[in-house]
């Protein structure tokens, strides 16, 4: 038997054993609008405490737990945001994740995660039917709500990779649209797009909010229904599946791709963003990690690989079958040309 003292550090088992306190701290702080307070300036545990109505302790503690998670930095008494983290924590921000991380913590979604076994023993998630990719599945308004500001970093910087031309008259598809922020996003750089926008009908009523909201609501229309049965038309330049495909087995995959080329005119590009791992499957590190998201939360869902979903658009007909990098997001862009 191994000696005691030559025992590895159990500090990796224990800190993912006690992930769901990293939850509760960031949760914590978002709720108290703590990180707003601190990018303001107020930067002291006391005066911390005075501004959010809170106990001074509380506040010391909590501070000095982010400190140790990185979101904040602390010199003698004082503490300030982290760069790395300051974008999205801080209320004056246009990339804050407040929403997002609300809905990323709820409830649903992390007591899923406490029977991982089960889900590991069937393939797929425990909950009953379809769950949540069930028609009109309330869950997904308050994704589309919670995830709109968050969208809109990837948005943009999925626009730029684009490059269309805003000369020209450009016709886009976006299929699972929710908030309609990447469709949107387009339709404001490029003032001769028309955005169609697919989704099911309680989420397109927010999609349509968020193009009134953006000025661009005259060319934004909208198909209420499911993107694997529902006729979507054709003659598109663009079609758009953010974050989308991640949700189904390879074979449903496969064949909404056929669908979106057919729909699209000669030369027209389909795009993907997803999190896409390395043929490893284990790095990079969030998008291979997304893969139990998926098994947890879908029958048959994954995070395929730019491999697997090249395969799926070669047999559909897509030629120029490419995959970008997008700058900080964890995701990867597929564009693949008719």
């Not at 300051?86 to 899923?112: C, H, I, K, T, Y």
């Not at 995830?147 to 684009?162: P, T």
């Not at 009134?212 to 934004?220: G, N, T, W």
């Not at 090249?310 to 897509?318: L, R, S, T, V, Y």
Request: hydrophobic share 50%.
């Amino acid at each position: 038997m191994a000696n005691a003292t030559d025992l590895p550090s159990p500090a990796p088992l224990l800190e993912a054993v006690n992930g769901f306190q990293r939850t509760g701290a960031v949760k914590a702080a978002i709720e108290l609008d703590l990180f707003t307070a601190v990018g303001r300036g107020t930067d002291t545990a006391k005066k911390l405490a005075q501004e959010l109505g809170a106990s001074e302790r509380g506040v010391r503690i909590l501070c000095d737990y982010l400190t140790v998670l990185g979101f904040l930095v602390k010199r003698e008494e004082r503490y300030r945001l982290a760069a790395a983290v300051a974008p999205f924590v801080d209320r004056r921000s246009d990339f804050f994740m407040a929403d997002a991380v609300g809905f990323l913590a709820n409830r649903q979604l992390v007591e899923a995660f406490m029977d991982v076994a089960s889900a590991v023993r069937r393939g797929g998630s425990v909950a009953e039917g379809e769950g949540s990719l069930a028609p009109e599945h309330p869950m997904w308004v308050e994704y589309a709500r919670a995830m709109s500001k968050a969208a809109a970093l990837s948005a943009r910087l999925l626009r730029d990779l684009l490059a269309l031309d805003p000369s020209q008259p450009c016709k886009v598809l976006d299929i699972a649209a929710g908030h309609g922020m990447f469709g949107i996003t387009i339709a404001r750089a490029n003032p001769r797009a028309e955005i169609v926008a697919l989704d099911w009908p309680n989420v397109l009523e927010l999609a349509r909010a968020n193009a009134r909201a953006a000025k661009v609501e005259e060319r934004y229309r909208t198909i209420a229904g499911s993107a694997l049965t529902t006729e979507f038309e054709d003659g598109y330049d663009l079609v758009l599946l953010t974050n989308f495909l991640h949700h189904f087995d390879r074979q449903t995959c496969a064949t909404l791709v056929a669908k979106v080329h057919a729909a699209l005119k000669p030369a027209g590009r389909a795009v993907v963003l997803d999190f896409m791992p390395n043929p490893d499957r284990v790095s990079p590190p969030q998008a291979a990690a997304f893969a139990l998201v998926m098994l947890v939360n879908t029958p048959a869902g994954d995070a395929y690989t730019f491999a697997e979903f090249e395969e799926m658009f070669k047999e559909a007909g897509f030629a120029g079958i490419a995959q970008h990098g997008l700058g900080p997001s964890p995701q990867s862009v597929l564009i693949a040309r008719k």
